[in-house]
């Protein structure tokens, strides 16, 4: 299985829902960091949570890592239609390197439904 | 924020010829940038780490013969996919790696993506 897998792979919500998804890694990591991807478009960075956090908050954003259950989840309260797009966790195992090569999960395709 | 371009955003091009990808951090520095290929509703796939000065370090099952990359400056990378086949069509996007260190050490900062396609 590939480091980094994300579910459910589609989810699909009502506005003012909240959305939870989850992230699923196989190896030791240094950091685990959060992404959205608009249809055909970049990536944005949405958070990132180191190996010894356990929890992290911004905005309507709430991370959490379990390192002894190698998975991490991301919760998105009060959904908009805005954030309609692809999540995906992305692991980093390396430490104190120039640029981290990270791995990245499948992604979950969330729809907030207006 | 740290902001990255690519150019072009789509390009079509012909089976048998090479096309070039630029990717450019605007307003910092970038010791590394990253190439990744997505395959439509998949996942990103690094392709390769481009350090500046350097020569780039491929993925496994990346011919290194065929997606050329350049790393001539701290603010520019190239990607060229010499002698395109239609199984080259796909979305590619590059991220930068600040050289500052800081707060986003270990930030990646993506591009918006080329589209690729191959007739």
């Known amino acids: 299985s590939q480091q980094g897998e994300e579910d459910p792979q589609a989810l699909s919500i009502q506005e003012g829902e909240n959305a939870t998804m989850n992230c699923s890694y196989k190896?030791?990591?240094?950091?685990l960091q959060w992404y959205r991807q608009n249809s055909g478009r970049g990536l944005v960075h949405l958070i990132l949570?180191?190996?010894?956090?356990r929890e992290k908050h911004s905005g309507r954003l709430r991370v959490t890592l379990d390192t002894s259950k190698k998975s991490s989840s991301l919760l998105i309260t009060a959904s908009r239609a805005a954030d309609t797009a692809s999540y995906f966790c992305a692991t980093d195992a390396r430490r104190e390197t120039s640029g981290s090569r990270l791995t990245f999960g499948e992604g979950t395709q969330l729809t907030v439904n207006p | 924020g740290a902001v990255v371009s690519q150019h072009p955003s789509r390009v079509i091009c012909k089976s048998g010829t090479s096309v070039k990808i630029e990717c450019r951090s605007l307003d910092f520095q970038a010791t590394t940038m990253f190439w990744y290929r997505q395959f439509p509703k998949k996942s990103l796939m690094l392709m390769a780490t481009?350090?500046?000065?350097?020569?780039?370090?491929?993925e496994q099952g990346v011919e290194k013969d065929k997606f050329l990359i350049n790393h001539a400056s701290l603010t520019l990378s190239t990607l060229t996919v010499t002698s395109a086949h239609p199984e080259d069509s796909s979305f590619y996007i590059c991220?930068?790696?600040?050289?500052?260190?800081?707060?986003?050490?270990?930030?990646?900062?993506f591009g918006p993506g080329t589209r690729l396609t191959v007739t």
């Open positions: 949570i180191r190996s010894n956090e």
């Open positions: 190896t030791s990591i240094n950091n």
């Open positions: 481009s350090n500046e000065g350097s020569k780039a370090t491929y």
């Open positions: 991220s930068a790696h600040p050289r500052a260190r800081g707060s986003n050490f270990y930030e990646q900062y």
